[in-house]
């Protein structure tokens, strides 16, 4: 959006920042936040890119994993948010794509554990981490380990 220097409208150089509401829903919620745009001084019109509203939705599925979700709407919105197919995330909590389709659809319920792990995946999209993926998929394939690890030097605070 930066790079657009005129109207396409009007054609009038000089476009200002501003910013407009913007809406989004996520099953029976309602997110508003506000999208940056450009606005002509001639004409009035407004111009918008993607990014705003990626970033409305983005807050969304932040919210959602902090506050807790559990429709099959939001189930779906946040498997979307960690970047996941349905068979992706099955395998990951080592479920049945039938499952997560289930979660999804309404027709059962998914339990607190596998809903904190979906916004765990999600919050660690989010950021830009792999962290629960990566634990899940050790929890999922145990690397065959020799009878003794050794450890580097751990202190032992002591409990009071």
Known sequence: MESMKRCVECGASG?????EPAEGKV??????GEVETLVCRRCGETFTD?????ALE???ARWLAQHGFATGDEIRFMRKTAGLRAADL???????AEAVSHWET????????TLATIAALALDRIDGRTTTQERLCAFGK???APKAV?????RAAPIA
Do not use: T
């Not at 476009?15 to 910013?19: A, D, N, V, Y």
């Not at 099953?27 to 508003?32: A, D, T, V, Y």
């Not at 050794?150 to 751990?154: D, E, H, V």
């Open 27 to 32: 099953g029976p919620r309602k997110f508003l």
């Open 50 to 54: 993607g990014a705003g509203g990626v």
């Open 15 to 19: 476009l200002r920042r501003g910013s």
């Open 90 to 96: 099955a395998e990951l909590l080592g479920v049945s």
């Open 142 to 144: 145990p690397p065959r």
């Open 150 to 154: 050794k450890l580097g030097a751990q």
């Open 106 to 113: 309404g027709k059962h319920r998914a339990d607190r554990g």
């Open 58 to 60: 983005l807050a969304a």
